[in-house]
């Protein structure tokens, strides 16, 4: 995970000091093209619960990390 500092996300991440990275698995590749693109919403049609930090946990990831700058 690495963010571009020229990305619309990662001002976001950078206020908000945590968030959570879902490790997805091969049969995920779908999802995680759908995140890798730009300028949409990239939540849209996935499903996903809080961690115990508040931040999205995408649903079937096979492990998650929440995390903190």
């Known amino acids: 995970f690495c963010p571009a500092l020229t ?3 990662w001002p976001r991440l950078r206020a ?3 968030f959570t990275v879902s490790i997805l698995g091969a ?3 779908t ?3 759908a995140f890798a693109r730009t300028g949409v919403d990239r939540f849209e049609g996935v ?3 809080p961690s115990p ?3 999205p946990v995408l649903d079937g990831a ?3 990390l929440d ?3």
């Open 31 to 33: 999802v995680c093209r």
């Open 27 to 29: 049969d995920q590749e």
């Open 62 to 64: 096979l492990v998650w």
């Open 47 to 49: 499903g996903w619960t």
């Open 7 to 9: 990305s619309t996300t």
């Open 67 to 69: 995390c903190t700058l």
């Open 53 to 55: 930090g508040g931040h």
């Open 16 to 18: 908000a000091g945590a």
